[in-house]
């Protein structure tokens, strides 16, 4: 899988990289064909959720998105990661009925 991690605004610490790095990793116990992942974090205006994720999953013929916005960047990471894992399950479970 090929992982590209993108800051907007902001020089993202190794700390932080290597967080997301560790919670992409998780998505390919839930589904293993996914070819890349792409996240943006960047800095958003709203002053209640000022650091927002965002997560484009490519797998076979299709591209999975989620975003999120929360208080820290680690945190944000951690539900669009939740949210996809969520979104991958339903994928696979329609793809077997059919």
């Given at each position: 899988?090929?992982?590209?991690i993108?800051?907007?605004h902001?020089?993202?610490?190794?700390?932080?990289?290597?967080f997301?790095?560790?919670?992409?990793?998780?998505?390919?116990?839930?589904f293993?064909?996914?070819?890349?992942?792409?996240?943006?974090?960047?800095?958003?205006?709203?002053?209640?959720?000022p650091q927002?994720?965002?997560?484009?999953v490519?797998?076979?013929?299709?591209s999975?998105?989620?975003k999120?916005?929360?208080?820290?960047?680690?945190?944000?990471?951690?539900?669009?990661?939740e949210?996809?894992?969520?979104q991958?399950?339903?994928?696979?479970?329609?793809?077997?009925?059919?």
């Open positions: 899988m090929k992982t590209t993108t800051s907007r902001f020089e993202a610490s190794e700390h932080l990289k290597d997301a790095n560790n919670q992409l990793e998780r998505l390919t116990t839930v293993d064909r996914i070819t890349s992942c792409s996240l943006v974090m960047e800095e958003h205006p709203d002053p209640d959720f927002s994720a965002e997560l484009i490519h797998i076979p013929q299709k999975l998105t989620a999120s916005a929360s208080s820290t960047y680690e945190k944000a990471v951690h539900d669009v990661v949210n996809m894992k969520r991958l399950k339903r994928y696979k479970e329609k793809k077997l009925q059919y």
